[in-house]
């Protein structure tokens, strides 16, 4: 069996907001998985959701290129602190990152970094002391339509969203929208069926306990799944920017469809490492 840590019972309490015994009952339950004391906390306590881990190893930007074609870029490159990822010639190294990008019309890291880029991202690690990355890119096609992009006022989220019909101003809005909310999905067809049906035996255990006959169980669990997939789907979010009307309803009024959207925010997905600084030099001055 796994060892259970005291920084994993951390992270299950940040994430649950459930108390501590409990967060490690659960995960020695679960065998040290936290995802699975995760699912199963939902089940037992009614718990709605838990945080995502997020936490993040990575500082830098986000930046966003449009062309004439239609086509839409979005590129993550990271440094180590946010003191360097403000840094003109970082960010005059980016720029360039992005404009051969979309001249090129690239769709792989590897092959766009080839040759000079990479020579000027070794040149420029060497002139600031940090290790520069670019990390990802992906693009979307709005050729036929229109094209928008939002970059957060810090720089650390950028979105791309592509409609079929529309303005560029329209899909500007909703890009700010995705920005804001954060939505997994476009539509709630394109949710996974194993995730719709995890979240369906987590609120069948939570609605079992109510002591209500199956036929009322069985609607709210049904009603359940219902809000969580409008929840976690753009279209069917209401407008951020007009609590009164959902995305969905936005694009119908503009006789537009989406196409579809990207979402880059900065070090998402890559695990930190936290140090504690004083415990660092307390050690060393005992050494």
């Given at each position: 069996m796994t060892a259970i840590s005291a920084?994993?019972?951390k992270e299950l309490r940040e994430r649950t907001g459930l108390g501590m015994m409990e967060c490690k009952k659960a995960l020695v339950d679960a065998g040290g998985d936290i995802e699975a004391a995760i699912e199963e906390m939902r089940k037992s306590s009614g718990m709605k959701a838990a945080k995502k881990a997020g936490r993040t190893a990575a500082d830098g930007v986000v930046v966003a290129r449009g062309?004439?074609?239609?086509?839409?870029?979005?590129?993550?490159?990271?440094?180590?602190?946010?003191?360097v990822a403000r840094d003109d010639n970082f960010l005059n190294f980016v720029n360039t990152v992005a404009d051969k990008a979309a001249a090129d019309g690239a769709t792989d890291v590897a092959a766009?970094?080839?040759?000079?880029?990479?020579s000027a991202r070794e040149a420029l690690v060497q002139k600031i002391g940090e290790n520069i990355s670019v990390?990802?890119?992906?693009?979307?096609?709005?050729?036929?339509g229109s094209l928008g992009s939002y970059i957060h006022g810090n720089n650390k989220i950028g979105v791309l969203v592509a409609l079929k019909g529309g303005t560029a101003e329209l899909a500007r809005d909703i890009a700010m929208h995705v920005a804001a909310i954060n939505p997994p999905y476009a539509t709630t067809e394109d949710v996974p069926a194993e995730v719709v049906e995890k979240e369906r035996e987590i609120y069948s255990a939570q609605a079992a306990e109510s002591g209500k006959p199956a036929e009322i169980v069985a609607k709210m669990v049904e009603g359940r799944v219902r809000k969580f997939l409008s929840e976690n789907s753009l279209v069917e979010q209401p407008f951020v920017k007009d609590q009164d009307q959902t995305v969905g309803k936005l694009l119908k009024a503009a006789n537009a469809e989406l196409i579809g959207f990207i979402r880059f925010e900065v070090g998402e997905g890559i695990e930190k490492e936290e140090t504690d600084f004083a415990a660092e030099v307390a050690a060393q001055l005992k050494g």
């Open positions: 920084s994993m019972v062309g004439d074609n239609g086509v839409g870029i979005l590129i993550e490159v990271n440094s180590e602190t946010d003191f766009l970094m080839e040759g000079e880029l990479e990390r990802r890119l992906a693009s979307i096609d709005a050729a036929d």
